[in-house]
T-cell receptor, first 115, second 113 residues
Framework: DSGVTQTPKHLITATGQRVTLRCSPR?????VYWYQQSLDQGLQFLIQ???????AKGNILERFSAQQFPDLHSELNLSSLELGDSALYFC??????????????FGNGTRLTVT | KNQVEQSPQSLIILEGKNCTLQ??????????LRWYKQDTGRGPVSLTI?????NTKSNGRYTATLDADTKQSSLHITASQLSDSASYIC????????????FGPGTRLSVLP
């Protein structure tokens, strides 16, 4: 058990809808990362937060947004959903904001299916 | 452009055999290199983390090597078990503070009885 909790585990929704994915980082970890993994593809970095502030941005669409709350949990909001957004969405956390030497601890993901 | 390549794309071996997975990277500035194991439908789990000065790091039956000069890394699995069936992902941490993680596409390993 990594200590990172993601909810929900599965989500099925229709095109054009909006969903929110939630992540609770491992106790003591200040940094949260969001990744997207499409079928049989590698992990694509979306965005990173450190102690409530946005730290780095990857290939995140404008339709997607995220935030980290004072209790350090994070939410990823996906809007105007398209079929191509169907994927596994992983959250990871680490102790260090720069992630220089500490391992990333991954949750087990939210599987999003857009129909 | 920062990039991580892995080979082979997939590999099938018999239980008890050894195997070696390869990772080549063009990432600058290099901070550290990590290997992760990802079971199907699960989140990746860290196996090893190596900095520039480390050549080898072991974690049980997993041994990672790093050649920073040639920008190559390998992951050697000894005496494979059925539970080793998974994707193995090479991740290079870039940036002066290692803040940018560049993920490889992974090698899918299948261990057969």
């Amino acid at each position: 058990d990594s200590g990172v909790t993601q909810t929900p585990k599965h989500l099925i929704t229709a095109t054009g809808q909006r969903v929110t994915l939630r992540c609770s980082p491992r106790s003591g970890d200040l940094s949260v990362y969001w990744y997207q993994q499409s079928l049989d593809q590698g992990l694509q970095f979306l965005i990173q937060y450190y102690n409530g502030e946005e730290r780095a941005k990857g290939n995140i669409l404008e339709r997607f947004s995220a935030q980290q709350f004072p209790d350090l949990h994070s939410e990823l909001n996906l809007s105007s959903l398209e079929l191509g957004d169907s994927a596994l969405y992983f959250c990871a956390s680490s102790v260090e904001g720069q992630g220089a030497g500490s391992p990333l601890h991954f949750g087990n993901g939210t599987r999003l299916t857009v129909t | 452009k920062n990039q991580v390549e892995q080979s082979p794309q997939s590999l099938i071996i018999l239980e008890g055999k050894n195997c070696t997975l390869q990772c080549n990277y063009t990432v600058s500035p290099f901070s550290n290199l990590r290997w992760y194991k990802q079971d199907t439908g699960r989140g990746p789990v860290s196996l090893t983390i190596m900095t520039f000065s480390e050549n080898t790091k072991s974690n049980g039956r997993y041994t990672a090597t790093l050649d920073a000069d040639t920008k190559q890394s390998s992951l050697h699995i000894t005496a494979s078990q059925l539970s080793d069936s998974a994707s193995y992902i090479c991740v290079v941490s870039a940036g002066n503070y290692g803040q940018n993680f560049v993920f490889g596409p992974g090698t899918r390993l299948s261990v057969l009885p």
